[in-house]
């Protein structure tokens, strides 16, 4: 009987891994389409001008990246 529950566990594991890796790229893509909208917006307020390179709104390169990436 344990026998049974370690090998459906097993079969298990990877399923639950691709599903939580799926969840955190989907989240990535959400933020990044919220960055995204929110600066359309930004430009639309702004007589069509971008916000400024080192503006806060913008964050730092390690605040954009996705944590799901590989990061090198």
């Known amino acids: 009987m344990i026998a049974i529950i370690a090998v459906l566990a097993a079969m298990l594991f990877p399923v639950f891994a691709k599903a939580r890796e799926k969840a955190r790229t989907n989240t ?43 990061c090198c």
């Open 28 to 70: 990535c893509l959400n933020n990044q389409r919220q960055i995204a909208l929110a600066v359309l917006m930004y430009v639309q307020d702004h007589d069509e001008a971008f916000p400024p390179r080192d503006a806060a709104v913008m964050g730092s390169a390690r605040h954009r990246a996705c944590p799901a990436a590989p």
